[in-house]
């Protein structure tokens, strides 16, 4: 262990008490953030994972697979404990979905079905009536939607954290109810992604109670400029044929690995991604990728023989598509736990390079965060603010119940060209900024599990 003057030299001259900084040593953490860069293994459990299992729809039986695969990949990573813990949740099913404009301009449109939408029961056609956003669909008239077509054109826009995508998918969370408690037939959304490729991007949708289930598709963003340009000139129809809808309730479950502490196992690192996709690419970036990170981080400490004086837990979470599912089982089992979960986070933003390390900690642990800045600095990590993220979709129910979180910011500007689509493949993560990644991770874990 090194002298309570060297880390203030090593430090930036930050200050830290005896009792803080007793159990960590940089040397080690430097050497883990530095193996990790030349070391593939998360990049192969995203290769091999989306080559042997593929896509991993919630409830199909890629998703029976998958957990099978990640279960046995985990114990060959030498893990003290790897089991699974089961969560329940309605499964849905895609089928037929076919679209086309009819009459003078007849031609194909591509389209996917969104996530937990009904089906057509049959061949539908109606005219098409257009609407800038979600809010000017709030704002129409009942008269000029009723027996029609609503589509939504908003278009998102790219942003290095993703913001664009907050401001967007609304049309997608609640176009469907909205048009139908307003008579429409069916609801159109342009892609809630960046790209400007002829590949849809689908994701979950949900319907209210109170009006009727209408089918709801997104058009690839190529195919949504296309319908604007046709309406203006004049009215368009559209026959709509999709088949879809939810096929009964299905457990799956969460793959839990444990690095067991040595002074404290009873204190938690909780780290990881989602292990299910949708179904139209094999899952790489959306969340093969957070998984393979999270999974390889923690995999360094094995590798090196640097035992953690708390336990640190690697989770895939089942079903975080369709509603989170796996992340409210596991909070919901390990309720009387979470006290002793010392920090949590997740990755779930591709594979992009991290750029900042952003907290929500209270002032003990936020002085063990500042202790990465060193370290992360050679990564081109900075130090982000405090109480600025819920930790990831999957850190939620935690972070709910007052689980300190952290999150590695991803940079995101490409990755809603990916998002959700058949685009969403190995070939698109790039090796070097995945390891970059792992070592940020590795080195962030390392310093939550030793601190005082």
Same mark, same amino acid.
């Given at each position: 262990?090194?002298?309570?003057?060297?880390?203030?030299?090593?430090?930036? =001259?930050?200050?830290?008490?005896?009792?803080?900084?007793?159990?960590? /040593?940089?040397?080690?953490?430097?050497?883990?953030?530095?193996?990790?860069?030349?070391? /593939?293994?998360?990049?192969?459990? &995203?290769?091999?994972?989306?080559?042997?299992?593929?896509?991993?729809?919630? +409830?199909?039986?890629?998703?029976?697979?998958?957990?099978?695969?990640?279960?046995?990949?985990?114990?060959?990573?030498?893990?003290?404990?790897?089991?699974?813990?089961?969560?329940?949740?309605?499964?849905?099913?895609? =089928?037929?979905?076919?679209?086309?404009? &009819?009459?003078? @301009?007849?031609?194909?449109?591509?389209?996917?079905?969104? +996530? =937990?939408? #009904?089906?057509?029961?049959?061949?539908?056609?109606?005219?098409? %009536?257009?609407?800038? /956003? @979600?809010?000017?669909?709030?704002? $129409?008239?009942?008269?000029?939607?009723?027996?029609?077509?609503?589509?939504?054109?908003?278009?998102? *826009?790219?942003? !290095?954290?993703?913001?664009? @995508?907050? #401001?967007?998918?609304?049309?997608?969370?609640?176009?469907?109810?909205?048009?139908?408690?307003?008579?429409?037939?069916?609801?159109?959304?342009?892609?809630?992604?960046?790209?400007?490729?002829?590949?849809?991007?689908?994701?979950?949708?949900?319907?209210?109670?109170?009006?009727?289930?209408?089918?709801?598709?997104?058009?690839?963003?190529?195919?949504?400029?296309?319908?604007?340009?046709?309406?203006?000139?004049?009215?368009?129809?559209?026959?709509?044929?999709?088949?879809?809808?939810?096929?009964?309730? @299905?457990?799956?479950?969460?793959?839990?690995?444990? !690095?067991?502490?040595?002074?404290?196992?009873?204190?938690?690192?909780?780290?990881?991604?989602?292990?299910?996709?949708?179904?139209?690419?094999?899952? $790489?970036?959306?969340?093969?990728?957070? &998984?393979?990170?999270?999974?390889?981080?923690?995999?360094?400490? !094995?590798?090196?023989?640097?035992?953690?004086?708390?336990?640190?837990?690697?989770?895939?979470?089942?079903?975080?598509?369709?509603?989170?599912?796996?992340?409210?089982?596991?909070?919901?089992?390990?309720?009387?736990?979470?006290?002793?979960?010392?920090?949590?986070?997740?990755?779930?933003?591709?594979?992009?390079? %991290?750029?900042?390390?952003?907290?929500?900690?209270?002032? #003990?642990?936020?002085?063990?965060?500042?202790?990465? #800045?060193?370290?992360?600095?050679?990564?081109?990590?900075?130090?982000?603010?405090?109480?600025?993220?819920?930790?990831?979709?999957?850190?939620?129910?935690?972070?709910?119940?007052? &689980?300190?979180?952290?999150?590695?910011?991803?940079?995101?500007?490409? *990755?809603?060209?990916?998002?959700?689509?058949?685009?969403?493949?190995?070939?698109?993560?790039?090796? /070097?900024?995945?390891?970059?990644?792992?070592?940020?991770?590795?080195?962030?874990? *390392?310093?939550?599990?030793?601190?005082?």
């Amino acid at each position: 262990m090194k002298a309570l003057t060297t880390f203030k030299v090593a430090l930036l =001259g930050a200050v830290f008490t005896a009792s803080a900084t007793a159990q960590i /040593d940089l040397d080690t953490a430097a050497s883990l953030r530095d193996a990790a860069l030349d070391d /593939d293994t998360g990049y192969h459990f &995203v290769r091999d994972l989306t080559t042997e299992v593929g896509p991993r729809l919630a +409830g199909s039986e890629g998703d029976a697979r998958g957990v099978a695969w990640t279960k046995a990949r985990f114990e060959s990573m030498g893990f003290d404990k790897v089991w699974l813990e089961p969560v329940t949740f309605p499964a849905w099913e895609r =089928g037929v979905e076919k679209a086309a404009v &009819v009459g003078e @301009y007849s031609q194909p449109l591509l389209i996917t079905t969104l +996530g =937990g939408s #009904e089906g057509t029961r049959g061949v539908l056609e109606a005219e098409v %009536v257009e609407f800038a /956003d @979600y809010q000017a669909l709030v704002d $129409a008239d009942a008269s000029m939607v009723k027996g029609k077509i609503a589509y939504i054109s908003k278009r998102m *826009y790219r942003h !290095i954290d993703g913001k664009g @995508y907050g #401001e967007a998918v609304i049309s997608r969370g609640k176009g469907a109810s909205m048009a139908a408690s307003k008579g429409a037939v069916a609801l159109l959304i342009r892609s809630i992604g960046t790209d400007s490729h002829r590949l849809p991007h689908t994701g979950i949708m949900q319907y209210d109670e109170k009006h009727p289930k209408i089918a709801a598709a997104a058009l690839s963003n190529p195919d949504a400029d296309q319908l604007s340009r046709l309406l203006t000139k004049g009215a368009v129809s559209v026959s709509l044929e999709i088949e879809a809808g939810w096929t009964g309730e @299905y457990t799956s479950h969460n793959v839990i690995a444990d !690095i067991t502490g040595s002074s404290k196992p009873e204190e938690i690192v909780l780290i990881g991604g989602h292990l299910d996709s949708w179904d139209l690419g094999t899952g $790489a970036v959306d969340d093969g990728a957070g &998984v393979g990170i999270t999974v390889a981080a923690a995999h360094q400490l !094995i590798a090196q023989g640097v035992k953690p004086e708390r336990t640190i837990r690697v989770v895939a979470f089942a079903n975080e598509e369709q509603g989170l599912y796996g992340a409210k089982a596991y909070a919901k089992a390990h309720e009387d736990e979470l006290h002793k979960h010392v920090v949590a986070s997740e990755s779930d933003f591709g594979a992009g390079r %991290v750029f900042a390390l952003v907290t929500k900690l209270n002032d #003990e642990y936020r002085k063990t965060a500042e202790m990465a #800045e060193s370290l992360l600095a050679p990564l081109g990590v900075v130090m982000g603010g405090n109480n600025a993220t819920g930790g990831g979709p999957d850190i939620i129910p935690m972070a709910q119940k007052g &689980v300190p979180v952290f999150r590695l910011k991803q940079d995101g500007t490409d *990755y809603f060209d990916l998002h959700h689509t058949a685009d969403d493949t190995f070939d698109k993560i790039d090796r /070097d900024a995945f390891n970059q990644n792992v070592a940020a991770w590795a080195t962030v874990i *390392y310093l939550f599990a030793n601190h005082e």
